[in-house]
């Protein structure tokens, strides 16, 4: 049985490194304050032409010839993820989904084939089977719990990435990301991992991954203020590749946004490890009850990916579903998650309120079975988990009157 000390570890251990991250570097003359500035920016001026051509394209603003190279705010919180990460540099882009767009156009060409899981984060989905096909990069999908003898059926000579997201989306699948390295690493392929549930504790370079990317909107910026993402990589070599591709994209985020998470990063670790213990509280309260088949939450000792999650990562996440009896239709559970109070309906998570979402008929599968029983999936957020099982309690009262 998992304590709230093995769920909320890894937050616990990034408490003082969130504090200073990124603080000390490169930080404009006047960084005497805690916190970098806001510079709106898109030009900068040079006293004279010598100075600007001797500029180049260098990175940072304080240096950079133009504000999409980034701003100071923006290199901070750069510094601060490749930390988080453990990695060599980090990127920071517009989105968590143009994370996942940009890293999947960065290291795939056109005559390439990708392999994604079957429980990638919809829109990822979405890119491949539409643009990245248009430019010639075909995909399959995978299972996610894959065995390393099926992807070697799977994989090609043309396969330039393997990627990956553990846990799934909606369905929690837990990937063995060290196997998944060694074959892609042995076929010529990278590993791109979509590392947003496990964001401070899954360390992704230790396992053998190359590029990670990261919805920060979720626990960095934590207050479902700002949208936001983040790549980050093992080496300098990709770090070149995936800076080259950033500035022809034009990737970059507002000042306001990088400021916004940022401030939240900060704080990210006391809001997590409290969310993840209260997720185990109710994750354990929903499993006990009668209308409940199973929950999907990988901290859980009966959940199928307990095993790697143990092994791989340093804690939980806030977020895990639901699935009810085969007796429930989906409509009944459409009551239910209708009766909450405490759980709002919409879409994300990570932030500091409980959120809400069906996953039956929203989610789709192409390699293995979508699931067809009643499911949902919930984000515990920080109100105390009396009150949230309380909710829960009378949805469960809506579910079973309907
Ligand atoms: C939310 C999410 C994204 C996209 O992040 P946005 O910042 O909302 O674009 C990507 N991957 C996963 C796993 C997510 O949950």
């Known amino acids: ?95 968590g989904l143009s994370a996942c767009t940009t890293a999947l156009l960065t290291f795939t060409a056109s005559g390439g084939h990708v392999l994604i899981p079957d ?28 065995s390393v003898a099926e992807m070697e059926r799977l994989i090609r000579p043309e396969t330039q990435v393997i990627f990956a997201e553990s846990p799934g989306s909606h369905t929690f699948e837990i990937q063995d990301i060290p196997a998944l390295s060694d074959l892609a690493h042995r076929h010529g392929a990278l590993l791109i991992l979509d590392n947003t549930w496990g964001f401070g504790i899954f360390e992704p370079f230790r396992h053998g991954v190359d590029v990670s990317v990261q919805a920060l909107t979720k626990y960095a910026a934590g207050h479902s203020d700002a949208i936001i993402g983040a790549l ?15 500035i022809q994209l034009g990737q970059l985020a507002g000042p306001d946004e990088c400021w916004l ?52 990562f340093n804690g939980a996440g806030p977020l895990f579903s639901v699935v009810l009896k085969e007796r429930y239709s989906r409509k009944s559970m459409e009551n239910m998650l209708d009766s909450l109070h405490l759980f709002g309906i919409g879409a994300s998570w990570g932030g500091f309120e409980s959120l809400v979402l069906p996953t039956t008929g929203s989610v789709s599968r192409t390699a293995t079975e979508a699931p067809v029983q009643a499911t949902f999936r919930l984000n515990i957020g920080l109100e105390s988990v009396r009150d949230l099982c309380g909710d829960l309690e009378q949805g469960f009262s809506a579910l079973n009157g309907s």
Request: glycine share 6%.
């Open 232 to 246: 980050t990589v093992a080496d300098k070599t990709l770090w070149k590749r995936l800076r080259d591709a950033a």
């Open 1 to 95: 049985m998992s304590s709230h000390e093995e769920v909320s570890r890894g937050w616990e251990r990034l408490a003082t490194l969130l504090i200073r991250a990124g603080r000390d570097e490169n930080l404009p003359a006047e960084g005497k304050f805690v916190n970098p500035p806001v510079t709106r920016g898109s030009t900068v001026l040079f006293p004279d032409l010598a100075s600007l051509n001797a500029q180049g394209m260098k990175r940072y603003d304080h240096e950079a010839i133009y504000g999409a190279m980034g701003t100071p705010v923006q290199h901070v919180l750069e510094r601060a993820v490749a930390l988080v990460e453990g990695g060599e540099d980090t990127q920071i882009v517009s989105s």
């Open 261 to 312: 998470t940022l401030r939240g990063l900060r704080t990210m670790s006391v809001r997590l490890a409290r969310q993840s213990c209260s997720a185990l509280d109710v994750a354990r309260w929903l499993a006990d009850r009668p209308e409940v088949e199973r929950v999907l939450h990988p901290a859980l000792p009966d959940f199928p990916g307990y095993e790697l999650w143990k092994r791989d």
């Open 119 to 146: 429980s990638a984060y919809g829109p990822t989905r979405r890119f491949t089977d539409t643009m990245l096909r248009r430019f010639g990069v075909e995909t399959t999908y995978y299972p996610p719990c894959v």
